[in-house]
């Protein structure tokens, strides 16, 4: 099946560090693929989207310049939290679309802590 | 945006049991899946099932789509330790161009 690869699964860093979290299809090219948050305990939100080729759909509220997107190829989207602050720790997991009305192929996330 | 709520947020059961998750939206929809997620862990697909389909069946699990009452249950036969996991359920629309609109989730821990 179609397998997502995302890295790196945890980042402990300090305050103002930023961090890139990549994403990668390994054996399906992906076009579109998505970026969530999620908090302890609670439901995925979607934070962008992320296109081949063209700029990232950012979804309301979330800042553009602090989660920056780069979908440089068909297989490869990175996230990039820029100057982190504690505020921003989360669980960061990506996801690669499998068509539309398809199912998607979720990453198994990375767990950020900033200090 | 967030758009489903399900039922109920946590279900213990004794393995052998069933369990059975409901999935209530609001806005109407193309597709409805269920996605397994275990501790720390990305999500994995369980099922689809597009708004002119009823019920579908994959395994230990079944799913049924009420597109009149906006809801969806997923049922879990015969459960084992190994289903112990949250479980989401997922809407995708044409309008919304298929992102997902994910619910709250139901934690089920299966007791051996």
């Known amino acids: 099946g179609a397998v997502v690869s995302q890295h790196p699964s945890r980042v402990i860093c300090k305050s103002g560090t930023s961090v890139k979290i990549e994403c990668r299809s390994l054996?399906?090219?992906?076009?579109?693929m998505f970026w969530y948050r999620q908090f302890p305990k609670q439901s995925l939100m979607l934070m962008a989207t992320?296109?081949?080729?063209?700029?990232?759909?950012?979804e309301q509220g979330v800042e553009k310049d602090k989660f920056l997107i780069n979908h440089a190829s068909l297989t490869l989207s990175t996230l990039t939290v820029t100057s982190a602050h504690p505020e921003d720790s989360s669980f960061y997991i990506c996801s690669a679309e499998g068509g539309r009305d398809q199912p998607q192929h979720f990453g198994d996330g990375t767990r950020l802590s900033i200090l | 945006s967030q758009q489903g709520e399900e039922d109920p947020q946590a279900l213990s059961i004794q393995e052998g049991e069933n369990a059975t998750m409901n999935c209530s939206y609001k806005t109407s929809i193309n597709n409805l899946q269920w996605y397994r997620q275990n501790s720390g862990r990305g999500l994995v697909h369980l099922i689809l099932?597009?708004?002119?389909?009823r019920e579908k069946h994959s395994g230990r699990l079944r799913v049924t789509l009420d597109t009149s009452k906006k809801s969806s249950s997923l049922l879990i036969t015969a459960s084992r330790a190994a289903d112990t996991a949250s479980y989401f359920c997922?809407?995708?629309?044409?309008?919304?161009?298929?992102?997902?609109?994910f619910g709250a989730g139901t934690t089920v821990t299966v007791r051996a």
């Open positions: 054996d399906f090219q992906a076009t579109t």
């Open positions: 992320s296109n081949e080729g063209s700029k990232a759909t950012y």
């Open positions: 997922a809407t995708g629309s044409r309008s919304n161009d298929y992102k997902l609109s």
């Open positions: 099932i597009r708004s002119n389909e």
